[in-house]
């Protein structure tokens, strides 16, 4: 497992994603680094990366998003967390961190906005139940199977816990949705898969799911290379790359390679048209596949705060 090292963050807490998803939302990183250890991560790539066995807990995140709130004269409506992290990775002091800053937020009236690939530990649930109209969740999950999940994202919650995170999200009335992404085609795609996880999700009582396929920058690949041990499945895994689409994914002209777009087209119409039977709604995520959809992967959400009270 990655150390943990802490330090004070010295730049502003509130900041803009690279990502074109999340442009226009200011979002937080709780950490540098992902204890999560997926993969595929494509933060990898990131100058500031610090490495797969280090993770840098800012642990002044509350702190200075409270004297920035301070500072501002229009608060922010909402707040993304992580672009780069999972905000509830497994770690008493990483989460003490998260929850103290999303309390503040939600105490302040701004909404939180998050996708996990983590258990979301009880006292998030309680303070979420008193704040569901502010909060929206994705939860990521690609299959149902977990020796796939183990070589793809050794470090998440398994299965069945991220099944039980979304119903009780559900439940508590948080506008919540799956998000399988990144998809990998021919591991985690046949239509018995697809049909799998969309049992699985439908019976936790969500309606609806973001999708994207794998991009592979040279870290990405490097990082797949390195920790896929059985090469049958990472020349397949690889193999459609090398007729792949270049596509922007970041705002800074940076590119990924996607699996050619006729592919992802066929692919993504079959998705649809399987998860119709479950009655779950399917979005694709146009940011990695701007060459044929303008589609929103609902990563983030318009806020629907409470109406004012006339009378008392
Ligand atoms: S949970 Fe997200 S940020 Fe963390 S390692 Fe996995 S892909 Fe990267």
Request: aromatic residues 6%.
């Amino acid at each position: 497992m990655a150390r943990l090292v802490t330090k004070k963050r010295k730049s502003n807490v509130l900041t803009p994603s690279q990502l074109r998803c999340l442009s226009k939302i200011p979002t937080i990183n709780i950490t540098s680094g992902c204890i999560h250890g997926c993969i595929y991560c494509y933060t990898k790539g990131y100058s500031q990366y610090p490495g797969d066995d280090t993770v840098i807990l800012y642990d002044n995140t509350c702190q200075k998003l409270t004297d920035e709130l301070a500072r501002k004269r229009k608060k922010p409506q909402a707040v993304y967390f992580c672009p780069s992290c999972d905000p509830f990775q497994p770690v008493r002091q990483i989460l003490d961190q998260t929850y103290k800053t999303m309390e503040t937020l939600l105490k302040a009236g701004i909404a939180v906005q998050f996708v996990t690939k983590a258990i979301v530990p009880a006292r998030f649930s309680e303070l979420f139940a008193k704040h569901s109209n502010l909060i929206c969740a994705q939860v990521g999950l690609t299959c149902v199977d977990d020796n796939i999940r183990k070589i793809f994202e050794p470090g998440t919650a398994s299965v069945s816990q991220k099944l039980a995170t979304l119903q009780t999200l559900v439940e508590m009335g948080v506008a919540t949705g799956a998000r399988a992404d990144p998809l990998i085609l021919g591991v985690m795609d046949s239509d018995g898969s697809l049909s799998q996880l969309f049992t699985a999700i439908s019976k936790a009582g969500v309606k609806e799911i973001a999708v994207s396929y794998l991009f592979l920058r040279p870290a990405i690949r490097k990082s797949l290379e390195r920790n896929i041990k059985d090469n049958q499945l990472l020349s397949q895994l690889l193999k459609p790359y090398s007729q792949g689409t270049a596509l922007p994914i970041g705002m800074k002209n940076s590119q990924g390679i996607a699996l050619p777009s006729r592919m992802r087209e066929e692919a993504f119409a079959r998705i649809k048209k399987i998860a119709l039977d479950f009655g779950i709604s399917v979005h694709i995520c146009g940011c990695k596949n701007s060459d044929i959809t303008t589609e929103s992967c609902h990563i983030t959400r318009p806020v629907h705060l409470p109406k004012p009270q006339l009378f008392a």
